[in-house]
Every structure is written in C-alpha cells, then in structure tokens.
C-alpha cells in the first residue's frame, strides 16, 4: 500500500523544536521532490518548504527561513523538517506530500498530517 506518513507534531512552548518526519512506504522517496504544507486553523493550506530529488536543494517560506531545515534521508525512505524558534504562529496541521519536482503544482500523494502547537 502506498502512502506518506507524518510523525513527530506535538506540543512545544514558543522558542522550542520540533523535528517531523514523513515516512513513505510501498514507493521509493528517492525519484520526488518532497514538500511539507501547513494548515492552521481558519487559513489555507501553504507550503513551508521541499527538498529536490535531483539535487537536494532545498526552498523555504519566508516566514520559516533561517529556523526550519529540511532534509531526507534516502536510505530510510524518510524526509524531515527541524523546525526550531518555534512561534504561535507556527501552529498548523503539517502535510508532507511528493511531486515531481519543487516547482511542480501536481501532487502525487498526501500524507494525512501532524498536529503541531506552539503555546505557553
């Protein structure tokens, strides 16, 4: 069965970190470029970051850059957001999902997200 699983939301005061993985399982991660997208409550979905599978470069949404990392892990089938500085606004359901490339609008598949909330 294909699919993407996100791990790793929770709980996180403001300043604290988090890391999320997306495990994929039944396909190889190895040929997609992986994005992450945020929910917050009330907003659209927007994407936050995504690696290339050509080269691994790597973009990021003004409002994470210089506090979230994305990386993979092509051995473990596995992609990862370190999100650190951790602010209210931050607060989102995170989706990982693949596409073809970074710039790509077409998503291949969904995961079914991770509750992250940042709160005092």
């Known amino acids: 069965q294909v699919q993407l699983v996100e791990s790793g939301g929770g709980l996180v005061q403001p300043g604290g970190s988090l890391r999320l993985s997306c495990a994929a399982s039944?396909?190889?991660?190895?040929?997609?470029?992986i994005a992450w997208f945020r929910q917050a409550p009330g907003k659209e979905r927007e994407g936050v970051s995504c690696i290339s599978s050509s080269d691994g470069s790597t973009r990021y949404t003004d409002s994470v850059k210089g506090r979230f990392t994305i990386s993979r892990d092509n051995a473990k089938n596995t992609v990862y957001l370190q999100m650190n500085s951790l602010k209210p606004e931050d607060t989102a359901v995170y989706y990982c999902?693949?596409?073809?490339?970074?710039?790509?609008?077409?998503?291949?598949?969904w995961g079914k997200g991770t509750l992250v909330t940042v709160s005092s």
């Open positions: 999902a693949t596409k073809s490339s970074c710039s790509a609008v077409l998503i291949n598949y």
């Open positions: 039944g396909f190889t991660l190895d040929y997609y470029a």
